[in-house]
């Protein structure tokens, strides 16, 4: 994994996230499962507060699935804390991309776990394709922005 601490004025992406009851087990611990869950909404903001919400890629022919994803867990979060998800771009390549998190508490800001996902593009059958054009320039201009 790369570093993933620099300030949060290179992560383009920031998300605000509530740990919701069903999303923890009894000791109020949010289950590991459902970091990809936070991520994946981070990922969907990211997109949205750049003007691309995915909801057109979608509607234009192309899906993002996830094929590959690295988490490491620092701290536990619990219930009811808001945490903050940021996000950036890692990777742009012609049929993917790799994505970087940073997921922390709100109050704090103490580090509770990072991420690389790596997401390819494919059409709606699932074969392979290249990057829209639009999506691979917003990439590329958050990718330049965050070095």
Do not use: N
Request: hydrophobic share 35%.
């Amino acid at each position: 994994m790369s570093a993933l601490s620099p300030p949060a004025e290179h992560w383009p992406g920031q998300t605000l996230v509530r740990v919701r009851y069903g999303e923890t087990d009894q000791m109020g611990v949010v289950h590991h499962k459902v970091y990809l869950d936070y991520f994946e909404v981070a990922r969907t903001e990211l997109l949205r507060s750049h003007g691309l919400p995915y909801v057109e890629l979608e509607s234009s022919g192309f899906m993002l699935p996830v094929v590959d994803a690295h988490v490491r867990y620092k701290q536990p979060a619990r219930y009811d804390e808001q945490l903050e998800v940021l996000t950036r771009v890692e990777r742009v390549r012609a049929a993917d991309l790799r994505l970087g998190y940073r997921l922390q508490r709100k109050e704090d800001g103490a580090l509770l776990a990072t991420a690389e996902i790596t997401l390819a593009c494919t059409g709606q059958t699932g074969r392979v394709r290249r990057l829209p054009q639009q999506l691979r320039q917003l990439l590329l201009s958050l990718l330049k922005e965050d070095q």
